[in-house]
């Protein structure tokens, strides 16, 4: 079993920047390969990033790409998600994800752990 916690979310301004942590414990969380998703009102959950268990392997949304970076610290069993440039349209909880397979995909299905979740609203 591996334990999820997301914090860093908030409001923020078009164009502004945040970054979300995802703490990881139980489970080599090393092991584990990782991936952020989001859900806005109204809207099913969407894949975002992922990040294979040794950093060696990372994928983007076409929504994000150039604008968001994932990264992981595996030493701090912590996952993260830089977001810069955002806009209205990145308004979504986050949530971040592990997976017992070697390279999870974009599926949610892929994923085995979840975390609660963290709001991030853009807007003036």
């Known amino acids: 079993q591996v334990q999820l916690v997301e914090s860093g979310g908030g409001l923020v301004q078009p164009g502004g920047s945040l970054r979300l942590s995802c703490a990881g414990s139980?489970?080599?969380?090393?092991?584990?390969?990782m991936g952020w998703f989001r859900q806005a009102p109204g809207k099913e959950r969407e894949f975002v990033a992922r990040?294979?268990?040794?950093?060696?392997?990372?994928d983007y949304a076409d929504s994000v790409k150039g604008r968001f970076t994932i990264s992981r610290d595996n030493a701090k069993s912590t996952l993260y998600l830089q977001m810069n440039s955002l806009k209205p349209d990145d308004t979504a909880v986050y949530y971040c994800?592990?997976?017992?397979?070697?390279?999870?995909?974009?599926?949610?299905?892929?994923?085995?752990?979840w975390g609660q979740g963290t709001q991030v609203t853009v807007s003036s």
């Open positions: 990040i294979a268990w040794s950093g060696g392997f990372i």
């Open positions: 994800s592990g997976s017992e397979l070697l390279m999870a995909g974009r599926r949610q299905n892929d994923y085995n752990y």
């Open positions: 139980g489970r080599t969380f090393s092991r584990v390969s």
